[in-house]
């Protein structure tokens, strides 16, 4: 009776928790992601322009507050700040001394490169489907999300998106953009 | 003396008139163009104020608002509507903040960056700016906002698009779903140039009709504009003219049926004033080559009067006696009453406003063919039979009361006097000096113009700079050699900013000389190759910027055609005009702190000023013009009484019931605006009327209480149709009825309490 007990139970385990076999897929992703409330991180963009000899590298931090801000801030080789709370998107670039402040509603695009991010941070597969075509491969340790944009509006700045990380962390963000212009930003998380 | 004698004859040739008169009215154009009420100019300065207001491109801007649905759905519906108009033939242009109503405005920037930009002169192209520049641009690569710079650096390096962005006017309504939105995000804005002026009312309506059916029916459309208010004005007054008169004229006709009991009479009393409207309105049309509808409306009710005449006529008749004999006894008197209403329209007549000018002909006219009609047609029309057989009297105890209004002529003296100390002492308030008031316009109209205006950032101006010239690039450059100065105005915080149409667009000369700037291709590649000498470019990628340098050199200035279908290009339209024979640019200035600094460093125009003296000029003519029709009726009130006390008797109660009814119209909140005016000649009218028949010497009692009897009937049914106009909600056909129902009263009053008999 017991043994039959436990059987049902694990059973039911192994259908409740599928990150645990084979079948760790897109909605486990996001189910793990929508479990962290907040994070911070920080990165090393490098960027490589076309019309450049030399790639630009980019160092800041990264922090998620859940449900919608997101802050990146670039701290060398200039001092930026983009803040992006809800609709409302702010750019503080100290260096020059300039404020920006515009609303998501008024750039789509900008908007659909935010979501990118934010969606996948968030766990919003829903967020992240309405911008793009999402194939997701790989495994919990090591998960790989190719975006494509959905719109032609956007499809002219950015031709896709892949980030890749382990669990409920992304470590490599690398954007293809339709100039030919790419750019590749990796995520170091505190303690790991 | 009247058509008794040769009947026939007066009635065939009154047919023949009014064949005549219905052959030019089957051949009239009506026409709604509202500027014709909008007072002439005296300056030339004025001359282009009117000539913007009438069909300049301010004039001719639709704000449209669309609301009744999620901003996602309201940014579609903005996106479909602008799509629509663009394609229609109404309409110039359409912005609603989306990109695609720029797109002919970056191609334009872009093409002519080398002349639009302040900075191209000099020596922006020297190796070590070059090298200054690069090297900005390479700092500034990496950063978040840097995708339009990354696009554009290899054709601009320096950066001259940017610059003349910057330049560009910053104001606009918030954004959503990338068109425009008010600030609480329930409606989509819209703007949009029709092809017509705006005071072509009719053009207007097609237009605003366009864009109603353009939006989904489910959606709330909101129009606002001088369009607007050109059509709305337009199709109001129709109605409520039409609608007013039908329901005078119905309770006119029940108080006459009611006195006469004859249908047959009755309807003889309407044939003059029909006449008098017909003849009039052809008379006008032959003139003018047009009628204007307003003067159409308003014409029916300025010869209002005239349906008094008949019953002048028919309530003297003793019971038994036909309407010839009565009207035989009574027409010296009607003939003057007449005569002086007919001058009376000389002030209209003589006036400088175009639309006066038609109302005062067909109330001339008109008021003349309804007065001959009733004279020389109605006794052959009504032939031999009685008009009544009973006697015609009003009710005792009112006749008494009239008998006993003499006692009270001191009173009449007192208000008078009341009324003239309340006008003199308010007489800073006794005009509109507002001319946006002149226009018939609904306030709630204007309000919603107003918030509409306020969302998009389109500041009220009140004070401007005019900068004339022979041509249009003397103005310019006239215009340019002021920027200097307004930057020094803004500094010292005189101004807050202004609007010079050479910061968009220079002169052609300062073009040419920008052009002229440009290195030649051999040189601007070495400056560059110096310029560019260790920094991490790739080779090549500033190509399309040598290209584009001789591109420009080549294209040369850029003309006002190079503008066309652009947002710019109307911009420029609304800031640099014909003038008379030669050209003019007008500079808006904002937030003014100190208007009497300003005034010392550079001419200004006070536009409130300007309107304010515009109207004081025009009231100046219109005083003129009514102290000499007042004198020719006096003139002809001398000739027709032949005794100077008499004169004095017959036109004294009328100017101290115009001076009480002044003093009421102010008390009850009015300023007097040239529909006022109109209105006190018409009540003058009528005044002389009661005035001369209040003082006319009659043999017996008897016709002495059937003249009383005449005098209550036509007041009565004055204020009957005057009272009905007061109530309509145009604000000029309420000021009309107003104004004619106290005058009338008042005209009734004092020529009862200072008659002699």
């Known amino acids: 009776m017991i043994s039959g007990v436990r059987s049902w139970l694990a059973l039911l385990a192994l259908a409740a928790a599928p990150s645990f076999g084979q079948g760790w897929n897109l909605d486990a992703l996001m189910a793990e992601m929508a479990a962290v409330p907040a994070s911070r991180t920080r990165f090393v963009e490098t960027r490589h322009l076309a019309m450049l000899t030399q790639p630009l590298e980019l160092r800041g931090s990264l922090s998620y507050e859940r449900p919608h801000r997101l802050v990146k801030h670039v701290e060398t080789p200039f001092d930026e700040l983009l803040t992006v709370d809800g609709e409302a998107l702010s750019l503080v670039n100290k260096t020059k001394g300039e404020k920006r402040s515009l609303s998501l509603r008024e750039q789509p695009a900008l908007g659909a490169l935010v979501e990118s991010v934010r969606a996948t941070l968030a766990g919003d597969r829903a967020q992240l489907e309405r911008h793009y075509r999402v194939q997701f491969s790989g495994r919990r340790d090591a998960w790989r999300l190719h975006l494509v944009p959905r719109t032609t509006a956007v499809r002219a700045h950015v031709e896709s998106i892949t980030v890749s990380g382990a669990a409920a962390r992304p470590q490599r963000i690398e954007v293809l953009e339709s100039t030919g212009d790419r750019s590749v930003m990796t995520i170091v998380h505190d303690g790991k | 003396m009247t058509g008794s004698k040769r009947p026939r004859l007066a009635v065939a040739l009154w047919l023949l008139l009014l064949a005549l008169a219905g052959w030019q009215l089957a051949h009239t154009r009506v026409v709604a163009d509202l500027g014709a009420f909008l007072p002439p100019s005296a300056t030339p300065a004025q001359q282009l104020l009117l000539d913007q207001m009438r069909s300049g491109v301010a004039s001719r801007i639709l704000l449209i608002a669309v609301s009744g649905a999620d901003d996602e759905r309201l940014a579609e519906a903005s996106r479909a509507l602008a799509a629509k108009l663009r394609s229609s033939e109404l309409f110039a242009s359409v912005q609603n903040g989306g990109d695609e109503g720029l797109r002919a405005d970056r191609e334009a920037f872009m093409n002519y960056r080398y002349v639009l930009s302040p900075a191209a002169g000099g020596e922006r192209f020297s190796a070590p700016a070059l090298r200054a520049a690069l090297e900005a641009a390479l700092a500034e690569l990496a950063t978040q906002s840097a995708g339009a710079l990354r696009a554009m650096l290899p054709r601009d390096p320096t950066g001259e698009l940017r610059r003349i962005f910057e330049r560009l006017p910053a104001a606009s309504p918030a954004k959503r779903g990338g068109v425009w939105f008010t600030g609480d995000g329930r409606r989509a804005l819209l703007v949009a140039e029709t092809v017509a002026g705006g005071f072509d009312a009719l053009a207007q309506e097609q237009a605003i009709g366009a864009v109603h059916q353009a939006v989904d029916p489910k959606l709330k459309v909101e129009v606002s504009g001088p369009g607007v208010f050109a059509a709305a004005s337009r199709t109001q007054i129709e109605r409520d003219a039409w609608l007013l008169s039908l329901a005078s004229g119905a309770l006119v006709l029940l108080l006459l049926l009611r006195i006469y009991r004859r249908p047959r009479i009755v309807a003889l009393c309407f044939v003059p004033v029909v006449s008098g409207v017909l003849v009039g309105t052809a008379a006008v049309s032959l003139a003018f080559g047009n009628v204007h509808a307003i003067t159409l409306g308003f014409g029916a009710t300025l010869i209002g009067e005239a349906v008094d005449y008949p019953s002048y006529a028919c309530l003297n008749a003793g019971p038994g006696e036909s309407l ?434």
């Open chain 2, 324 to 757: 010839g004999r009565a009207l035989e006894r009574i027409w010296p008197t009607l003939r003057l009453a007449v005569l002086t209403t007919v001058l009376g329209g000389l002030t209209m007549l003589l006036s400088s406003f175009a639309g006066l000018a038609q109302l005062g002909l067909l109330s001339m006219s008109g008021v003349l063919v309804a007065g001959v009609v009733t004279g020389y047609v109605l006794p052959g029309l009504a032939g031999e039979r009685p008009v009544t057989e009973r006697p015609f009297a009003a009710p005792v105890a009112l006749e008494r009361a009239t008998l006993r209004a003499r006692s009270f002529s001191p009173l009449v003296w007192i208000l008078a006097f009341i009324a003239l100390v309340l006008l003199v002492r308010n007489a800073g308030k006794l005009w509109e000096d507002d001319l946006a008031a002149m226009s018939p316009v609904p306030e709630p109209l204007k309000a919603a113009d107003r918030e509409l205006r306020r969302e998009l950032g389109a500041p009220d101006v009140r004070h401007l700079i005019l900068v004339q010239g022979p041509s249009r690039e003397a103005a310019l450059e006239g215009a340019e050699a002021l920027e200097a100065k307004l930057d020094q105005l803004v500094a010292r915080k005189v101004i807050a900013g202004y609007d010079l149409a050479t910061r968009y667009v220079p002169s052609l000369a300062e073009q040419q000389r920008r052009l002229d700037a440009l290195p030649e291709p051999a040189t601007l590649r070495t400056n560059l190759e110096q310029a560019l000498a260790g920094l991490p470019f790739q080779r090549g990628v500033f190509e399309p910027f040598l290209r584009e340098v001789e591109q420009s050199r080549a294209r040369g200035p850029l003309g006002e055609g190079d503008l066309r279908g652009t947002v710019l290009g109307i911009k420029l339209q609304t800031l640099v005009v014909p003038a008379g024979t030669g050209w003019a640019v007008l500079v808006p200035l904002y937030g003014v702190a100190d208007a009497q600094a300003l005034g010392a460093e550079v001419p200004v125009l006070d536009l409130k000023a300007e309107s304010e003296r515009l109207l004081a000029g025009y009231r100046l003519e219109a005083l003129r013009l009514t102290a000499l029709g007042m004198g020719a009726i006096v003139l002809l009130l001398a000739f027709g009484l032949r005794n100077a006390r008499a004169v004095v008797q017959v036109v004294l109660p009328v100017a101290l019931a115009l001076l009480i009814s002044a003093a009421i119209l102010q008390a009850l909140g009015q300023r007097l605006t040239v529909f006022h005016l109109i209105a006190m000649l018409l009540v003058m009218g009528i005044g002389l009327n009661y005035s001369l028949f209040f003082d006319r010497p009659e043999a017996d009692l008897l016709l002495r209480r059937r003249l009383l009897f005449a005098l209550y009937v036509t007041c009565a049914t004055t204020l009957l149709a005057f009272v009905t106009l007061a109530f309509s909600s145009n604000p000029v056909l309420h000021a009309i009825g107003l104004t004619v129902s106290v005058g009338a009263a008042a005209a009734f009053l004092t020529s009862a309490a200072l008659a002699r008999r």
